[in-house]
């Protein structure tokens, strides 16, 4: 059977569609909604009476709802909640009594022009069979070439971006028949420079919903790829919102949810692993809640990177959390950032989860949490420069998230920028006086600078203000033995569980110790273990100087970097 087709001029009469209204209308789902039932009619027949210019707020405010004249959208949200309402109704009618519909009707979130679906038995079983495959928009990629001159050129131009956009899983790239987006350009030549000219039509109105030049000799194709992210992205924008629902009809389980929510909104001591118990409460009363299952996934990276340590189940769970999440809705961004997460800082399958926060943030680019973690993976990999653009845009998108300064501090003392670093840290302790993040900072920068009554002072009174003990441990320990504190860091050794630090720790206070075989050792242990914040913690002063020596070669690829990770500072 072929696929399901999107199209809003109906095929042939408008007889099908009438009477596909007709059933949607006469359902049980629909029987007691009148509202909505009027809202869905007068959508239907202004679309086939051709008067798609009155399916706006305002005429729909005065016709359907009865608002006056002096009606103002901006102020009263009427049509915007119905709207949803609607969009609800229509999906638990063809997810139940019109399941085996040939036609279905739809009303993408952020208009209401209605669309039409054609194959509709085989679009519903696919998309029960294999929920991840419901939310995949169609291009269709017109010729380029504008003249015999450059139609060579033109054609390779659009073999790679066919190419780039079709590793892309979420969108579909067609050849022929109807298609929700249409790439058209031309080629031109400006001073003897030619030029691309690139547009993206939205099919579904029409619309122009992306416009580009580009400037490039005939020899250097390297542009395709960062255009072909912009039109992913300019179409996953314009998408997103149609499936990227954040709420689940169990009241039970939203409260659940926001209370996970709240316990990590400042990342405080325990907050993430506070928050496990909540999200793990909403989605065991509703399974089918998948921003819940993705906070599941990233609280417990978060709680492994910066909370409580590594748990035996941890990776597992957040893994099946992250993959639940994508299978249910693989168009909100949660769910492309929990699935990064976890590739990245569980699997450290580092081009896996930069494709996915890339993913979530085309999603969502106002997302400050999704520019953190992009952030921190650029750093682990030793892009400090991308690194430092990602962090500086999160501290733009939420100034006040405390895990953003402390990230934006680390990498600028990684770098040598220890005023820069400080100012971070200081500032955190202005937003969270006694902030654990705050002493820890400047105790790594005085470590980084050789002032190590200092930096013990400050890592002593992060003791008294982190549950876990593996943030400082082994920092505090590298500079009892820097300090010819020899005895206290042995002590501080033995007196460290295997429950309460991992194996970097030790490694750090080896290190300081000078005996640099042993501190290979734990670091090899920690890789095999694949502690998630190894590849962070490896990039501290501690190990400069292990950084030109073979085992730490060979330590950085069994973490899976390919090249060698230099020092940042």
Not at 59 to 88: K, M, N, Q, Y
Not at 188 to 193: I, L, R, Y
Not at 392 to 418: C, M, Y
Not at 539 to 545: I, Q
């Amino acid at each position: 059977m072929p696929d399901s087709v999107v199209f809003t001029i109906p095929r042939g009469s408008d007889v099908a569609v009438r009477e596909e209204l007709d059933r949607v209308l006469r359902s049980a789902t629909f029987a007691h909604s009148h509202r909505i039932r009027r809202f869905l009619q007068f959508v239907v027949e202004e679309y086939l009476g051709g008067r798609k210019h009155r399916l706006k707020e305002y005429p729909i405010g005065l016709e359907v709802f009865g608002r006056p004249d002096s009606f103002d959208p901006r102020v009263d949200s009427i049509v915007r909640v119905e709207a949803r309402r609607l969009r609800a109704k229509l999906d638990g009618y063809y997810a139940g009594d019109g399941s085996e519909s040939a036609l279905r009707i739809q009303l993408r979130k952020g208009s209401y022009v209605p669309l039409f679906e054609t194959g509709g038995v085989a679009r519903s079983n696919a998309t029960m069979a294999n929920p991840r495959r419901a939310w995949r928009p169609s291009i269709h990629l017109n010729s380029l070439a504008s003249n015999p001159e450059n139609s060579a050129w033109a054609e390779e131009i659009q073999r790679r971006l066919v190419h780039y956009l079709a590793s892309e899983p979420a969108l579909r790239v067609v050849t022929g028949g109807p298609s929700d987006y249409v790439l058209d350009g031309g080629i031109e030549t400006a001073d003897g420079q030619p030029w691309l000219h690139l547009q993206l039509k939205n099919v579904a109105d029409q619309s122009w919903s992306w416009s580009e030049w580009v400037e490039s000799a005939a020899s250097d194709l390297s542009f395709c790829e960062p255009v072909a992210r912009s039109i992913w992205r300019a179409i996953a924008g314009a998408e997103s919102d149609a499936r990227c629902s954040r709420r689940s009809e169990n009241s039970e389980s939203v409260t659940a949810y926001l209370q996970g929510l709240y316990s990590w909104r400042d990342n405080k001591p325990q907050g993430f692993t506070n928050s496990i118990a909540f999200f793990t409460r909403a989605v065991g009363t509703d399974p089918n809640y998948a921003a819940a299952w993705a906070a599941l996934a990233l609280a417990l990276v978060a709680s492994n990177l910066l909370d409580c340590g590594d748990s035996p189940d941890a990776r597992s769970r957040a893994l099946d959390a992250a993959r639940k999440a994508v299978e249910l809705n693989d168009a909100l961004p949660e769910s492309r950032l929990a699935m990064g997460a976890v590739r990245s800082f569980f699997e450290w399958r580092w081009a896996e989860g930069e494709k996915e926060f890339e993913r979530a943030i085309c999603l969502d680019p106002s997302s400050a949490v999704a520019r953190l973690l992009h952030g921190l993976q650029l750093a682990c990999r030793g892009r400090m420069e991308r690194a430092q653009a990602e962090l500086e845009e999160a501290e733009r998108l939420n100034p006040v998230l405390l895990s953003t300064h402390f990230a934006s501090g680390w990498i600028d003392a990684l770098q040598g920028k220890r005023e820069d670093a400080a100012r971070h840290y200081r500032l955190i302790g202005v937003l969270e006086p006694d902030s654990p993040w705050s002493y820890l900072g400047l105790g790594q920068i005085c470590a980084a600078a050789g002032k190590w009554a200092e930096a013990i002072a400050h890592f002593s009174t992060v003791s008294h203000l982190l549950t876990g003990r593996f943030l400082y441990s082994g920092c505090l320990g590298y500079c009892y033995a820097k300090a010819d504190r020899r005895e206290e860091a042995r002590q501080l050794l033995r007196s460290l569980p295997e429950s309460a630090a991992r194996s970097i720790n030790f490694a750090s206070i080896y290190a300081g110790l000078g005996d640099f075989q042993q501190a290979f050792g734990c670091l090899q242990q920690a890789a095999l273990n694949r502690e998630p914040n190894l590849p962070l913690l490896l990039l501290g002063p501690e190990f400069d100087a292990l950084r030109d020596e073979t085992q730490y070669r060979a330590l950085q690829s069994m973490m899976g970097f390919a090249a060698p990770v230099a020092s940042a500072a």
